[in-house]
């Protein structure tokens, strides 16, 4: 199988790359820096490309069998209104649909869409200035995914750290059960591989946390 990983050059895709290469797939490591990534393998390709870019994402896109994404926004960009996240996934459903790839794993965040009512009362208030409008967009980003008609599913890791990949961590899959708390992006990563094949999360939703 071949993997489109977007986003791929840093953070959670970097790791995700280096999980998929490790456990036999082909990648497309897709990014706007991807001639940086610091791994080689002969099953690897790297594609430099832009997520908003139409043409790009259909070229990716080309002959492979599930798309991982990982895209994220620097600290600086939190302080401007957010689109990244809707924006590019508008452009890859469309995509998806005219290439035939069925297969969509994304990163949303503990915060997204229904799992902000999950959020302490405590937090909610710095939460909200801090990553108000980048979890807006992240919402509008799940909403878009789950009326697109593919097999999805949405991961959302708590607070993020660097950290080994252990396989020791929380997937929780029903709201009363959400909570945040802090996992490695190794971690996530872990599980963002184990999806490309395993169906136990089709149409889910997950918090992820240690």
């Avoid at 035939?100 to 959020?119: E, H, N, Q, W, Y």
Wanted: charged share 20%.
């Amino acid at each position: 199988m071949r993997i489109l990983i977007i986003g791929a050059s840093k953070g959670i895709g970097l790791e995700a790359t280096h999980l998929a290469l490790k456990a036999g797939y082909g990648v497309r490591a897709f990014a706007r820096t991807a001639s940086a990534i610091k791994l080689h393998d002969v099953r690897l390709e790297k594609v430099q490309g832009d997520a908003l870019n139409k043409q790009d994402v259909e070229t990716a896109l080309t002959g492979v069998d599930a798309v991982i994404v990982t895209l994220g926004v620097g600290l600086g960009e939190l302080l401007k209104p957010v689109h990244l996240f809707s924006d590019a996934t508008h452009v890859l459903i469309a995509a998806m649909k005219d290439k035939g790839v069925k297969r969509l794993i994304c990163i949303t965040g503990f915060g997204a869409g229904d799992s902000r009512a999950s959020i302490g009362f405590l937090q909610r208030v710095p939460f909200q200035i801090v990553f108000g409008r980048a979890y807006d967009d992240k919402s509008l980003q799940e909403k878009l995914i789950k009326q697109s008609g593919l097999d999805w599913t949405i991961a959302r890791p708590g607070v993020l750290l660097n950290g080994p990949q252990t396989g020791r961590y929380k997937v929780l899959r029903e709201q009363p059960q959400w909570r945040n708390g802090v996992i490695s992006r190794a971690n996530v990563a872990d599980f963002l591989i184990k999806q490309i094949e395993d169906r136990s999360f089709v149409h889910a939703c997950p918090v992820l946390v240690n």
